[in-house]
């Protein structure tokens, strides 16, 4: 079964929504990164996950990640949206590289 939470949408097949952890505004050495100069942050919060996969003899296969679990993914997967001013990401259960374990 599909979870939701805080998230306006519901993602569709083996996708999931995600928010970005906060970017990285200063280097270890102290010094301030303008927004033109970070990366592109690669860790996020899962928010929403779709109901998964359906194989080709019409079974659903079950995402392996939750809603909650922190995930680390491809520096450029995934859409980024905007909902009432939030910006999230949906991803393809394949993008996504790891989950951080606690």
Avoid: C, H
């Avoid at 200063?26 to 690669?42: C, F, H, R, V, W």
């Amino acid at each position: 079964m599909a979870t939701q939470t805080l998230v306006k949408i519901q993602p569709l097949g083996d996708r999931v929504v995600i928010r970005s952890v906060e970017k990285e505004e200063k280097t270890a050495s102290g010094i301030y990164l303008p927004d033109t100069a970070q990366e592109k942050p690669m860790k996020g919060e899962v928010l929403a996950v779709g109901p998964g996969k359906v194989l080709d003899n019409g079974t659903t296969l079950k995402l392996d990640v939750k809603v909650g679990d922190k995930i680390l993914f491809g520096k450029y997967s995934g859409t980024e949206i905007k909902i009432d001013g939030e910006e999230f990401m949906i991803l393809q259960e394949r993008e996504i590289l790891g989950i951080f374990e606690n």
